[in-house]
């Protein structure tokens, strides 16, 4: 049976998520994830929501996806320890080491690989199941037949986006670093946690600079204006039997950081799509089409909005950073331990 | 007591390149499989290679491609059978699939885990140096002193980039040749030979783009701090040379040749106003340090610089 798993940006979106159908909800920690902290949940949230699923027969998993710095790390295992003793039944890691760290400590525990480690081939999945992943996600743009490949050689979980990018463009996330290298700022919290303010891979939420207005030129000669970098994905639908029959077995529904309502509803949808595809074989999904056309234009409403913030964001830091170092001029910095 | 390297994509960029400033050359352009005559693709022109650079008194690394699908893993592994069979020092790897891979196949070379190979913690370090490892190239979005932690804690060398713009997007896919008009898949007429720029005008942002990766606009630049690497008894130094001229390739090793010896040596490095003016010359968008020193990768601090000192 194919698992649902739907997001938890709040407390609120999940639960409607787990009354929707999904069978799990995904949940980002506070600087643990690959999202802003208004998308992730603080401990208590997540205590409260692993046992509101639990009451329900269903399942959170917890999001730590961040690539953490290697001072970080007896903090990150003690939080898993935590959340696993409170019934957490997952954990999305990016950085390979924790992941082994993970597994040798609770190898009960299920480990979902992030879109962070950028698997591209069979062999990837292979390391990953060797250092404890129980399951993988892969890439929005692999098709049904790269899927087959590596169920065919491979004996783990397949997480597959409800969402996929459907022409080229940059891969992303997981080999970008586009938005840090415009604005970045580390700071260490009272507990000694560290923060990385605009890179998506250290849990600083990608700031987006992707979207916004670039011109693309050979030269000195521009031949492209106000054209955006990387190819938004898109809600998909049709070739869902195709994936299932390939041996995906978790569908994911992204949307951490869309509106309660938006996640509702598409959890709603797919629940209804799956349940049709259960039914019987090559289900007719035609008469889908018109829903999904609605959520594909209320998603890419609620991601401009969201885009908008975010380049602001990466905007007025890159201006805050030139005013500090117009400011201050001389400190010493020592290498040598 | 130090190596300083750079990469060399094809024969006639080895040919025509003048490489005495270096210690070791990274063979191949690990985005592109595509692009003709790279090393990464091509096995039959790897003995002749190896060859000519063991004859100048260097090391040969080969590069492997960094993101490479199912399909690609048949050729890759041709490839890997002819290197293994060639007297090259080491092996640049990025990809995690082609890391177990080469266990498989029983390589006994020594790995170099690549940029794209994610590497933040050491953690990680101890799981890849596992798999036949032994220099890694920290994700340029580290510190220095997360690097060097790195090193101490692993223990494991750590390739330090000094100059050159930093990778920071890779992409199976050509975005030069998916916006170049007329154009097909299949049908590459490597444009990439002439330099793409992205530009944004709010903020003044500028990327490089050589087709399937995206490179720093500004071109990173650690002259100025030679003297502290040498101090961290950091040893391996690497020029990031792909899609630069052999001018920049030239001048560039020359010039940190020069200010490591002097750092090594424990000399003062002096008055490196000049060199860095020359360096900026062949900078189209200007110098930065990376994510060396803690801020966003594009910013330039020189000797004076912001920093938390208190932790990696």
């Known amino acids: 049976m194919v698992m649902m798993m739907a997001p938890g940006g709040s407390k609120q979106m999940a639960r409607m998520a787990f009354e929707e159908g999904a069978e799990a909800v995904y949940v980002g920690v506070v600087g643990w994830s690959r999202r802003g902290s208004e998308h992730e949940l603080v401990d208590e949230e997540i205590r409260e929501l692993i046992d509101y699923a639990t009451d329900r027969g269903k399942e959170v998993r917890v999001v730590v996806n961040t690539l953490p710095s ?60 060797d250092i404890g992943a129980t399951y993988v996600v892969l890439p929005y743009r692999m098709t049904p037949e790269e899927v087959a490949q590596i169920t065919a050689n491979t004996n783990v979980g397949i997480e597959f986006f409800l969402f996929k990018t459907p022409s080229g463009g940059k891969i992303c996330p997981g080999k970008c670093m586009m938005s840090s290298y415009f604005s970045y700022r ?128 990466a905007e007025r830091e890159a201006l805050r950073a030139a005013r500090a170092a117009a400011r201050n001029t001389t400190t010493n910095f020592e290498l040598s331990r | ?177 998916e916006h170049t008009e007329g154009t097909t898949v299949g049908q590459c007429t490597f444009t990439c030979n002439e330099e793409h720029w992205l530009t944004r005008s709010e903020g003044e942002w500028s990327l490089k783009d050589t087709g399937r990766m995206t490179l720093s606009g500004s071109d990173l630049c650690m002259l100025e701090h030679v003297e502290s690497l040498a101090a961290a008894k950091l040893t391996a130094f690497y020029v990031q040379s792909h899609g630069e001229t052999a001018e920049f390739v030239s001048k560039v090793g020359s010039i940190y040749r020069q200010a490591l010896t002097r750092a090594f040596a424990g000399i003062p490095v002096g008055d490196l106003t000049s060199h860095v003016a020359e360096l900026s010359a062949l900078a189209r968008m200007g110098l930065c340090n990376g994510y060396y020193f803690e801020s966003a990768g594009r910013r330039y601090v020189g000797r004076d610089i912001v920093c938390d000192t208190g932790r990696a």
């Not at chain 1, 959340?83 to 009960?108: K, Q, T």
């Not at chain 1, 998909?236 to 309502?261: F, H, Q, T």
């Open chain 1, 186 to 313: 580390r700071w260490l919290d009272e507990n000694g946690k560290d923060h990385f303010f605009g890179s998506a891979s250290r849990g600083g939420d990608c700031l987006r600079v992707c979207q916004s207005n670039w011109q693309f030129s050979v030269d000195d000669v521009s031949y492209q204006e106000g054209m955006s970098i990387k190819t938004n994905p898109s809600l998909w639908l049709e070739e869902l039997p195709a994936y299932l029959a390939a041996g995906v077995n978790c569908l994911k529904v992204p949307g951490r950081d869309r509106s309660d309502e938006l996640v509702r509803d598409l959890v709603r949808f797919y629940r209804r799509v799956l349940d049709t595809i259960a039914e019987k074989d090559n289900p007719d999904l035609s008469r889908f089409r018109p829903e999904l056309e609605s959520f594909r234009q209320r998603w890419s409403t609620e991601r401009s909005n969201r885009d908008r913030r975010l380049i602001g964001e």
């Open chain 2, 1 to 177: 007591m130090f190596e300083l390297s750079t990469d060399v994509a094809s024969p006639t960029l080895l040919e025509q390149g003048d490489y005495s400033a270096y210690d070791a050359l990274y063979l191949g352009d690990f985005s592109c499989p595509n692009f003709p005559n790279n090393f990464t693709s091509n096995p039959e022109l790897l003995a002749e290679a190896v060859k000519t650079v063991h004859s100048q008194g260097k090391k040969c690394y080969l590069r492997l491609y960094a993101v490479p699908s199912n399909h690609d893993l048949t050729w890759v592994r041709s490839l890997i059978e002819a290197a293994l069979a060639l007297p090259f020092d080491g092996l640049e790897v990025h990809n995690l699939g082609l890391l177990r891979m080469l266990r498989e196949m029983g390589c006994t070379k020594p790995l170099h885990l690549g940029v794209f190979g994610n590497l933040y913690t050491d953690a990680t370090a101890r799981v890849v140096k596992e798999y036949g490892v032994t220099r890694v190239y920290p994700n340029p979005e580290l510190s220095l002193k997360e690097a060097i932690y790195i090193r101490d804690n692993t223990p494991i060398e750590v390739l330090i980039p000094v100059h050159g713009k930093i990778p920071l997007v890779i992409s199976e896919t050509c975005f030069i040749q």
């Open chain 1, 70 to 129: 290697s001072t970080e790390i007896p903090m990150f295992i003690e939080r898993i320890e935590m959340y696993a003793s409170w019934g957490a039944r997952g954990f999305m890691i990016s950085d390979i080491g924790c992941m082994r760290l993970v597994h040798e400590r609770l190898p009960n525990v299920d480990i979902h690989t992030s879109v962070g480690c950028g698997i591209s081939n069979y062999q990837d999945v292979r390391f990953l199941a």
